[in-house]
């Protein structure tokens, strides 16, 4: 609002008192609330808006409903171009070591934890996860990591909100390709937060996401020295092949996925606590190029 022309107006000008901006911004947000809840509305027009230090009047209002979608289902949030954020897949889950973590999709608003993370991540992990060892990273980096479209991109963090006090310990992400069936599959967790099962729950987790998402399948591109991801990648079902260039590339068909994967197993094959459990499911850049985000 601050960046337009009229918000000059809106402090005040002659003899005209400031208007409200507060109760403006809250307009403006459950203006597009209501766009959000009714796919059926095809045109709406607030014209003119009066905006005084206390009241705010529509003096006269046009909505259009669309006819079509008053007849039909409608998926929810299917007529928006930006998904919201889902919640739906947020769910609760424990350490070995017994503290509760949240499991969730990253929030634009979770750049300053993000960054604390990568921070915590040694050297070491940071290359295995990118194939090279980053010192930096920069906002427009940050925002483009934790500020996702959830229709094209799943990004899963581990938040510990412990005395007050809320932190990442890992991050999963599939990014999409273009026709939505599939997608690949890179994640993290950082050093402090190793061998408490914390890998394999959040690529579980990813991956049941990906499944509600009619994501048909995943694949990982790893280093051949990164045993341990390779090992868990093994025993989640993926088909793990080696390339010439040194890395190795696992796939996984989730239409197939409920019948490979076995929990038992899984359980019984958990890493030790020891610092290669960072399994990290990096990709491959050619150089010049940004690496796939964390």
Avoid at 93 to 114: C, F, H, T, V
Avoid at 123 to 128: A, P
Avoid at 154 to 183: Q, S
Avoid at 250 to 275: F, G, I, N, T
Wanted: glycine letters at 4%; proline letters at 7%.
């Amino acid at each position: 609002m601050e960046e337009t022309k009229v918000y000059q107006l809106l402090k005040g000008y002659r003899n005209m008192p400031p208007a409200n901006v507060k109760m403006l911004q809250e307009l403006l947000v459950l203006f597009s609330q209501m766009l959000v809840d009714f796919p059926e509305l095809k045109e709406v027009d607030v014209n003119p808006l009066f905006v005084s230090e206390n009241d705010a009047f529509a003096f006269d209002a046009r909505i259009v409903i669309d006819r079509r979608k008053v007849l039909e289902h409608q998926e929810p949030h299917k007529h928006l171009v930006i998904t919201p954020y889902p919640k739906r897949y947020e769910t609760r889950w424990r350490l070995r070591d017994g503290r509760d973590i949240l499991l969730r999709p990253i929030k634009p608003e979770d750049e300053p934890m993000w960054l604390e993370m990568f921070q915590s991540f040694s050297e070491e992990s940071v290359r295995l996860r990118f194939f090279q060892v980053i010192k930096d990273t920069p906002h427009e980096m940050r925002v483009r990591y934790c500020n996702i479209d959830y229709d094209r991109e799943v990004a899963i963090v581990a938040e510990l909100n412990e005395d007050g006090r809320k932190r990442l310990l890992g991050v999963a992400r599939v990014g999409l390709e273009p026709d939505g069936r599939t997608g690949e599959l890179a994640f993290i967790v950082a050093d402090p937060w190793q061998g408490l099962g914390l890998g394999t729950k959040l690529v579980d987790h990813t991956i049941d996401v990906c499944k509600d998402m009619k994501v048909e399948s995943i694949y990982a591109i790893m280093l051949q020295e990164n045993t341990r991801a390779i090992s868990l990648m093994r025993k989640m079902g993926f088909e793990v092949h080696f390339l010439t260039d040194g890395t190795a590339r696992a796939v996984l068909d989730l239409k197939e996925e409920e019948e490979q994967y076995v929990p038992e197993e899984m359980e019984a094959a958990e890493e030790p606590p020891v610092r290669p459990e960072q399994v990290e499911t990096p990709a491959p850049q050619p150089a010049g190029k940004e690496p796939l985000p964390t």
